[in-house]
């Protein structure tokens, strides 16, 4: 059975970081391209960054220069770096096989004073 778990979300101050964990089990991560997404309240769902098998990345133009996505092969775990956060950052995210129907439960991210 898959399973993807995100952690690391929570509340942070403008201008501040937070570094987001997605652990994968029952399948193999680094065979397949990985994103995270997110949704805020009353808002579609939006890709924030991809990485791909090879480690290529994309960013959604909203976060280019502030979010970095990374991976680790050998831990089976998807990492989103996310530094001079915003308010409108403040959503929940999540993690996702690209091509696939796995999803994780969620990590809320909240950005405010």
């Known amino acids: 059975q898959v399973q993807l778990v995100e952690s690391g979300g929570g509340l942070v101050q403008p201008g501040g970081s937070l570094r987001l964990s997605c652990a994968a089990s029952?399948?193999?991560?680094?065979?397949?391209?990985m994103g995270w997404y997110r949704q805020a309240s009353g808002r579609q769902r939006e890709l924030v960054a991809a990485?791909?098998?090879?480690?290529?990345?994309n960013y959604a133009d909203s976060v280019q220069g502030r979010f970095t996505i990374s991976r680790d092969n050998a831990k089976n775990t998807v990492y989103l770096q996310m530094n001079r956060l915003r308010p409108e950052d403040t959503a929940v995210y999540y993690c996702h096989t690209l091509g696939t129907a796995y999803w994780g439960q969620g990590t809320q991210v909240t950005v405010s004073s």
């Open positions: 990485i791909t098998t090879r480690g290529s990345t």
């Open positions: 029952g399948l193999i991560s680094s065979l397949n391209g």
